[in-house]
Each structure stands twice: as C-alpha cells, then as structure tokens.
C-alpha cells in the first residue's frame, strides 16, 4: 500500500526556514516522480517542487526558485523540501504526491498524480 506522509510544518517568522519531510511506504521514491504542492483556502493547488520520474531532474515554480531547495535520501525513502528565506504568501498547507510515471516539467502539475500525503501546515508571520 502506497503512504506518504509529511511533517516539519510550523509557525515561522519572516525571513525564517523550515525543512519539510515526505516519508513513502510501499514503494520506492527513487522510481516515482514527487512533487511538493502547497493550497490556501479558495485557491488552487500550486506546484512548488518535483522530482522527474525518468531523471535526477528538478524542477521549481518561479516564485520559490533560490528559496527552496528539494532532495531526497533514499536510505530513508524520503523526500525533503528545504526552504529558506519564507515569506508571508508561504503560507500554505504543503502536500507530497508520487506518480510512476510523470517526467520532465510535467511533475509540477498536481492533476496527473496519483498518491498523496495528508498535507503539513506551514504558517509565516511575525
């Protein structure tokens, strides 16, 4: 049975970091494409970060490109997303997916996943 589960969200200041963790079951990351996702209420769900399922690509949205940074150990089996400088419009619930086959860029759009986590909040405000 496939499992994500992330943790590592919390209440953080502006300018602060966070590492978030996506730790899998049931299978192995190193065959999926993962992405990191993140939703505020009334909006949609925004592609932050992926893994191609075929490469070692990486791929990032605009608005967190030098700020995030996404990894992975695969002793673990787990998929992290550093993030640093985080402002106030990072607030968000943050969710991990994994899909078998996603490649190149197409891993940043949430509607072609198949399995995900149950998200983690991440709140920044002073």
């Known amino acids: 049975q496939v499992q994500l589960v992330e943790s590592g969200g919390g209440l953080v200041q502006p300018g602060g970091s966070l590492r978030l963790s996506c730790a899998a079951s049931g299978f192995r990351l190193n065959y999926y494409a993962i992405g990191w996702f993140r939703q505020v209420p009334g909006k949609e769900r925004e592609g932050v970060s992926c893994f191609s399922a075929t490469d070692t690509s990486t791929y990032y949205a605009d608005s967190v490109k030098g700020r995030f940074t996404i990894s992975r150990d695969h002793a673990k089996n787990t998929v992290y997303l550093q993030m640093v400088s985080l402002k106030p419009e990072d607030t968000a619930i943050y969710y991990c997916?994994?899909?078998?086959?996603?490649?190149?860029?197409?891993?940043?759009?949430?509607?072609?996943?198949?399995?995900w986590g149950q998200g983690t909040q991440v709140t920044v405000s002073s």
């Open positions: 997916a994994a899909d078998p086959v996603l490649s190149g860029s197409d891993c940043l759009k949430h509607g072609a996943y198949d399995y």
